[in-house]
């Protein structure tokens, strides 16, 4: 089990940039933060939540939804238990509250990112981004 801390939201604005941070840390004595795929959601407001980026902490895979490819970029510190979203140029349908989540990789991972995450994965309070133009 993991507990998850997200920091870095605030206001934006168009054009700029924001760097999200979510502290990944391990409940159980032992755990393996490499056994986890961490990701990124958010909820617009109004809207349903959705998937917005995932890293795979074993070998660093990265997914990216369509809607944020080329302008986001998320990556992990392992020796810190880290993993960043960089947004680069967000735009007003950007803004909403970031949620950090964690799931065994061993449930899959490579749609997770396409649903709206489920209610056995681990989050993160979430943290806002305003993006204002």
């Known amino acids: 089990q993991v507990q998850l801390v997200e920091s870095g939201g605030g206001s934006v604005q168009l054009g700029g940039s924001l760097r999200l941070s979510c502290d990944v840390r391990?409940?159980?004595?032992?755990?393996?933060?490499?056994?986890?795929?961490i990701g990124w959601f958010r909820r617009a407001p109004g809207k349903e939540r959705e998937g917005v980026s995932s890293?795979?902490?074993?070998?660093?895979?990265?997914l990216y939804v369509d809607s944020v490819k080329g302008r986001f970029t998320i990556s992990q510190n392992k020796g810190e238990n880290t993993v960043y979203l960089q947004l680069n140029s967000p735009k007003p349908e950007d803004t909403g509250t970031y949620y950090c989540?964690?799931?065994?990789?061993?449930?899959?991972?490579?749609?997770?990112?396409?649903?709206?995450?489920?209610?056995?994965?681990?989050w993160g309070q979430g943290t806002q981004v305003t993006v204002s133009s």
């Open positions: 989540a964690a799931r065994p990789t061993s449930w899959g991972d490579e749609h997770w990112i396409y649903t709206s995450g489920s209610e056995h994965d681990y």
């Open positions: 391990p409940v159980d004595f032992g755990s393996n933060l490499d056994a986890y795929t």
């Open positions: 890293i795979r902490c074993s070998d660093g895979t990265t």
